[in-house]
């Protein structure tokens, strides 16, 4: 603490000395250079790697393409589904990672397996297709009885 206390009394002491003698410190620079150089090996960095896309509406797509099954017509709710989109854009290793019914998860599969395929990711760095993994949501509403 003590140190401190000398530390301080010394900068307010050369403070007021510098500031005695007639010196002012200008806080408003009148001129700033700005030096700007161009790297041309700099590359630009994506920052978020091109992910997985389905060509088209997904939803859409989803929707006309859904079949609740009549014995579960009452029951609604998501079903998690996480799957491989592959380098050619084919699907496969279609996982259940939250489910709601066996006959709504089976559909929800049946669902993923028959999509068309997708857009692959990219990787990164090379902008080469890679395999990654993608989740959606299959999303069952209760059905109205006629």
Same mark, same amino acid.
């Given at each position: 603490?003590?140190?401190?206390? $000398? ?11 510098y +500031? ?8 408003? !620079? +009148?001129?700033i250079?700005?030096?700007? =150089?161009?790297?041309? +090996?700099?590359?630009?960095? @994506? @920052? ?21 099954? =009549?014995?579960?017509?009452? /029951? =609604? ?13 084919? $699907?496969?290793? $279609?996982?259940? @990672?939250?489910?709601?019914? *066996? ?5 929800? /599969? ?5 999509? !068309?395929?997708?857009? *692959? ?11 990654e ?14």
């Open positions: 603490m003590k140190v401190y206390k $000398i530390l301080s009394y010394i900068f307010f002491l050369t403070l007021s000395i +500031t005695s003698k007639g010196n002012n410190i200008d806080i408003n !620079p +009148t001129k250079d700005v030096i700007v =150089e161009k790297d041309s +090996t700099a590359k630009p960095m @994506l @920052l978020v790697p091109p992910m997985p896309s389905f060509k088209g509406n997904l939803q859409k797509w989803l929707r006309k393409n859904i079949r609740h099954p =009549e014995a579960a017509d009452t /029951i =609604e709710g998501r079903v998690i589904v996480n799957f491989l989109v592959q380098k050619d854009g084919r $699907i496969s290793d $279609i996982k259940i @990672l939250k489910g709601l019914h *066996p006959l709504l998860d089976a559909e929800a /599969i049946r669902l993923i397996r028959s999509m !068309p395929r997708w857009n *692959p990711a990219l990787d990164i760095w090379t902008l080469k297709p890679k395999d993994r993608f989740t959606i949501a299959v999303v069952f509403k209760k059905r109205d009885k006629k």
